[in-house]
């Protein structure tokens, strides 16, 4: 099966920047769709960025031009550069990953198990 294993975060003052990064592994046919999502406490998990093997990316408003998402086919990798960080972006990211294990296998969502990120001064 597929495992994600997230990079980076930590702690940022307001303003600041950070990365993240997530490395898929194991059996894997083809990953279609990579990103993040990320969840703050009392919230839901909320789709941050993502970006297809083609590198069509799509991100929610509120991170818009503040974050880009990159892509590495080749090392199954996915990136998320955040700058001018804002409080309300302290949340635990999730990398996650959608595709097949094997060629024959159904698609799936694959999931990280989060980094902390914490914009705080």
């Known amino acids: 099966q597929v495992q994600l294993v997230e990079s980076g975060g930590g702690l940022v003052q307001p303003g600041g920047s950070l990365s993240v990064s997530c490395v898929a592994s194991g059996t894997i046919f083809i990953i279609d769709v990579m990103g993040w999502y990320r969840q703050a406490p009392g919230k839901q998990r909320d789709l941050v960025a993502e970006?297809?093997?083609?590198?069509?990316?799509d991100y929610a408003d509120s991170v818009q031009g503040r974050f880009t998402i990159s892509r590495d086919n080749a090392k199954n990798t996915v990136y998320l550069q955040m700058n001018n960080l804002k409080p309300e972006d302290t949340a635990v990211y999730y990398c996650?990953?959608?595709?097949?294990?094997?060629?024959?296998?159904?698609?799936?969502?694959?999931w990280g198990q989060g980094t902390q990120v914490t914009v705080s001064s």
């Open positions: 996650y990953a959608f595709g097949r294990a094997t060629i024959y296998g159904n698609p799936s969502h694959y």
């Open positions: 970006i297809n093997r083609g590198g069509y990316k």
